[in-house]
């Protein structure tokens, strides 16, 4: 579906990140600390900006509930000792939003059994055991589309792995609008940007850093300490040669490209930015620069997440201010989406 909203829709920025538990440099760096910085950019002055825990997502897959519970909070406890302020970006867990459920049920009845089935995430999870999976698994899509419309996002900051089903979400906005006659979900653009979106693990080059690896080396967690984050980057692996000059020479070197565009990204610079300022160094060289920088950006974010841990009370404050916040925003859509879909309420 090609078509497009014609309304001039209040901009404002959603994404959500599932409380799954383990936060890794590739949260941070692909999703977390982005939304950090458009918080704090001024090109998005004005708008709101609005991050969710996304449990009812965590949910298409068993999870205990204790572990739920303060996987929540940990994620919540990333947010926020990061660097998003709830007084500037509005944060919450999903379940506190009954507008999500509900909307996502209409949009069960506009998306299509087809659409579903061609998510590549579907196919990744379910894979041949696709009669024993979840049909929230099967319907997430569905869910995700009503986190984003909810609150008639029209900016969405994703991962590469996310942009299939943003580009759903613009497919039952379309349909929506084109099945009702209106114009009153907007075509929400997915925001995919920065040095780091894809971070990739410390052991294999190829394979995305994730915190299901068996081996703990593989990633840096947020919750680890300066020594553990040292250990971690001095035994990444790595191959015999110098590093290049240029990101060219880069193309057939997973792990070196891997810890330069770490590299790039905590310390805000460009990749060729980098290789100017450590093209033919070795790795014994380079290592420890990489350590320290990595050190000095994310203790102090592992501290902050620990103090807060050990407040769940001030989280869990936090999160009911941004779930009565958020709801002050989507209510009013929903109950024009039920008027529009002819429900009496």
């Not at 580009?167 to 906005?173: G, S, V």
């Not at 190829?206 to 947020?222: E, G, Y």
């Not at 110098?242 to 070196?256: F, I, K, V, Y």
Request: glycine share 6%; with cysteine.
């Amino acid at each position: 579906m090609t078509d497009a909203s014609q309304t001039a829709f209040q901009p404002r920025v959603f994404s959500g990140i599932q409380p799954s538990g383990g936060l890794t440099l590739g949260n941070y760096l692909g999703a977390i600390r982005r939304f950090v910085d458009m918080q704090n950019d001024a090109q998005y002055d004005g708008i709101e900006k609005i991050y969710c825990m996304v449990d009812q997502h965590a949910i298409t897959v068993w999870q205990d509930p204790a572990t739920l519970t303060r996987n929540t909070r940990e994620l919540a406890a990333g947010y926020i000792a990061a660097g998003l302020d709830p007084t500037k970006s509005i944060l919450f867990n999903q379940s506190q939003v009954a507008e999500h459920a509900q909307l996502a049920w209409i949009f069960n009845c506009v998306a299509r059994m087809g659409w579903m089935q061609r998510m590549t995430q579907w196919k990744d999870k379910a894979g041949k055991n696709q009669q024993n999976a979840s049909l929230g698994l099967f319907a997430y899509p569905s869910l995700m589309a009503a986190d984003i419309l909810i609150y008639h996002a029209t900016h969405v900051p994703v991962g590469e792995d996310q942009k299939q089903h943003v580009e759903l979400t613009r497919d039952i906005a379309i349909k929506f609008n084109h099945d009702f006659g209106v114009d009153f979900f907007p075509v929400t653009e997915p925001v995919i940007e920065g040095a780091a979106t894809r971070v990739m693990s410390l052991r294999d080059g190829s394979k995305k850093m994730s915190k299901s690896d068996p081996s703990d080396a593989s990633r840096i967690n947020m919750t680890d300490d300066a020594d553990a984050i040292s250990q971690k980057i001095r035994k990444a692996r790595t191959d015999p040669d110098a590093l290049p000059s240029e990101a060219d020479g880069l193309a057939e070197r997973p792990e070196a490209r891997n810890l330069v565009n770490i590299y790039a990204a905590l310390s805000d610079q460009s990749v060729d930015q980098v290789l100017a300022d450590v093209g033919g160094k070795q790795f014994s060289e380079f290592k420890p620069m990489l350590s320290d920088l990595a050190v000095a950006k994310l203790a102090p974010i592992s501290a902050e997440m620990a103090r807060l841990m050990e407040a769940p009370d001030e989280i869990d404050a936090i999160l009911r201010d941004g779930a009565n916040r958020a709801r002050a925003i989507a209510a009013p859509i929903l109950q024009k989406t039920y008027d529009i879909v002819g429900m009496i309420r």
